[in-house]
């Protein structure tokens, strides 16, 4: 198991990357995903009202949050590429510059 984290506008997004081997999360609704790399993360957007507040360094967005979507790789670069490119999707859908960073660690 793999995180993938993004620190961007003074706040964080992680996801988890599923290994060969370890078993990603079923839940009801989740596609059925059969790839050795599997990569599970929130999506969310910035919406008017409702939503959770979410403060970054310029102020605070309201975000909703989406159904995670697992989906699947079949190599690990692939899959990190794959990861990253998530997490900047995900800045970029709340008015996050594009420039992020990322550190990517294994748990325990």
């Known amino acids: ?3 993938v ?3 961007a506008g ?4 992680t996801g988890t990357l599923y290994e060969p081997g370890e078993e990603a999360p079923s839940y009801r609704g989740a596609p059925d995903v059969r790839a050795p790399y599997v990569w599970v993360c929130d999506s969310f957007y910035a919406v008017e009202s ?4 979410l403060r970054l360094d310029d102020g605070v ?4 949050f989406e159904r995670p979507s697992p989906r699947g790789f079949a ?4 899959a990190v590429a794959g990861a990253k490119a ?3 999707e ?16 294994a748990p325990d």
């Open 61 to 64: 967005v309201r975000v909703a």
């Open 86 to 88: 998530h997490i900047r």
């Open 10 to 13: 003074g706040t964080g997004v």
């Open 90 to 105: 995900q800045f970029a859908r709340i008015g996050v510059a594009e420039e992020t960073e990322f550190v990517l660690t």
């Open 1 to 3: 198991m793999l995180l």
């Open 5 to 7: 984290c993004g620190l």
């Open 50 to 53: 409702g939503g959770q507040p």
């Open 75 to 78: 190599d690990r670069g692939a």
